[in-house]
């Protein structure tokens, strides 16, 4: 807990794939600051691609998230935000990326 990456893997086989892609993603991991409760310190979004991502601390309400982001802020332990994503494109792809942008701009207060 605290710490997250995305990682991407191609293969022949989807076991092979999926080896990849997270060995992929244990050489981009972060660490993500948290709050003693688990939210956030503070508002941020970012954008990828066609997808743009925002996240809002928000204490006692519990992870309310959808798609792709939901996933990553819960293993990276994040609780006690709300999201929305505001996006042109459905693909978990470009919203997970753009969550761990997001996600990189967070600093402690």
């Known amino acids: 807990k605290g710490r997250v990456g995305v990682g991407l893997g191609k293969g022949v086989d989807t076991a092979l794939a999926i080896d990849k892609a997270t060995r992929d993603a244990k050489k981009h991991l972060f660490t993500v600051p948290r709050t003693a409760s688990g939210s956030i310190p503070h508002q941020v979004s970012s954008k990828y691609a066609s997808s743009t991502v ?14 792709a982001i939901r996933t990553v802020l819960d293993l990276a332990g994040v609780t006690d935000v ?17 969550t761990v942008a997001a996600l990189k701009k967070l600093r402690t207060k």
Do not use: C, D
Not at 54 to 67: D, H, N
């Open 82 to 98: 709300v999201t929305k994503i505001h996006s042109r494109s459905k693909n978990k792809l470009t919203i997970a990326r753009a």
């Open 54 to 67: 925002e996240i809002i601390p928000s204490e006692g309400r519990g992870l309310v998230a959808g798609s």
